[in-house]
């Protein structure tokens, strides 16, 4: 019985981790703005995304070449976009306010996924 409450904390633990380095992730994405360039290969207007987006521009990314260095970063954020877009379709009959900050958090997915696109299309460009 112990040894089960010490995995619980544990499993706690590693998914609060999880969840804090995401986010950390993805505030260091939110000031960036995305250049011209980019915007124009990528075909966005503005400068809000869609979350449905985010697999799209991924793509795009991938296609652009993958530096060794963020191969971390872009698994945690596909994970956990996956996460939450699992709750979305699971828990958006229970909680408008929950579902706004989940649709909120899944923007901010692609908007990692359209910084990391211009990141590697910068170097292209010069």
Known sequence: MISALILA????????????????????????????????IAGLRGNS?????????????RMAGVP???????????????????AERHLSSHSPRALQWIEHELSRCSWFAAVLLDRRLLPAAN
């Open 9 to 40: 904390c544990c499993i706690g633990a590693a998914a609060q981790f999880f969840f804090a380095y995401c986010r950390t992730t993805l505030s260091a994405c939110d000031a960036l703005a995305l250049s011209d360039n980019t915007k124009k």
């Open 49 to 61: 995304l869609d979350p449905s987006e985010f697999h799209r521009l991924l793509g795009l990314a």
């Open 68 to 86: 060794a260095m963020d191969t971390a970063q872009i698994r945690a954020v596909k994970s956990y976009y996956r996460i939450l877009s699992f």
